[in-house]
């Protein structure tokens, strides 16, 4: 007699398939959201290097930094959101109007001379066209008084604390690093501080990024 050939499969293999799959995802899932997160910390720290890099540029060419960061005072960090306009304006010596670039005429002081130290690219804006530094808490501090070094204000070092501590012990942030995050070494620094949960389907949710090796500070 000839069997009938089986098309498909039964609702308890199927059973069997969704409760397999459920429990890959519950062992997974949180390993592919802190790789997600972290390519997303890879990609941010590294637009901020580039900014700081191109920033450098314009002050060997200018002598000067560009002026909307004496805004604030040496520790106390600049808002970029503020400033955006200002920004893109220095590094690349055009103002953006929606999606397009034009002369400088508003933030002409930012860059005398139109210089371009910098082509923006698509992965420094939304997929709206927003900039980014209008989108995310960025702050900038910088060496205004051309020490080799930034001196940080205390609230501007409680603020980084406060930051990582969803990440580090009360013991790795104990008074030594508070004490060691008064100077930073570099004459230009980006940084995101986060406090609370991000919503990591959103295009740039991520917590504290750093410009800088702030892993140093915490030997």
Do not use: C
């Not at 799959?21 to 390993?31: A, D, H, N, T």
């Not at 590094?91 to 999606?99: F, I, Q």
């Not at 210089?115 to 690219?121: D, I, K, M, N, V």
């Not at 609230?155 to 406060?162: L, R």
């Amino acid at each position: 007699m000839m069997k009938m050939k089986k098309n498909g499969f039964t609702l308890i293999e199927l059973l069997v398939v969704i409760a397999i799959i459920g429990v890959l995802m519950g062992i997974l899932g949180p390993k592919l959201a802190d790789l997600i997160g972290g390519s997303k910390k890879t990609k941010l720290k590294s637009i901020f290097n580039a900014w700081a890099s191109q920033i450098h540029q314009y002050k060997a060419y200018y002598g000067y930094f560009p002026p909307f960061l004496y805004e604030s005072s040496e520790g106390e960090p600049i808002e970029l959101k503020e400033f955006s306009e200002q920004f893109l304006a220095a590094l690349k010596g055009k103002e953006r109007k929606g999606a397009e670039w034009s002369s400088l005429e508003n933030h002409i002081d930012q860059n005398e001379k139109g210089r371009e130290f910098h082509s923006f690219t698509s992965e420094e804006f939304m997929e709206n066209g927003q900039f980014i530094g209008e989108f995310l808490e960025i702050k900038i501090l910088f060496d205004e008084d051309s020490s080799g070094n930034i001196e940080v204000a205390d609230t501007t070092v409680k603020d980084i604390t406060d930051s990582l501590a969803a990440d580090y012990s009360s013991e790795v942030l104990d008074e030594s690093f508070s004490e060691k995050l008064l100077y930073i070494d570099e004459s230009i620094v980006f940084y995101l501080t986060t406090y609370e949960n991000v919503d990591e389907d959103e295009e740039w949710g991520t917590t504290n990024v750093f410009s800088w090796n702030i892993e140093k500070y915490l030997d």
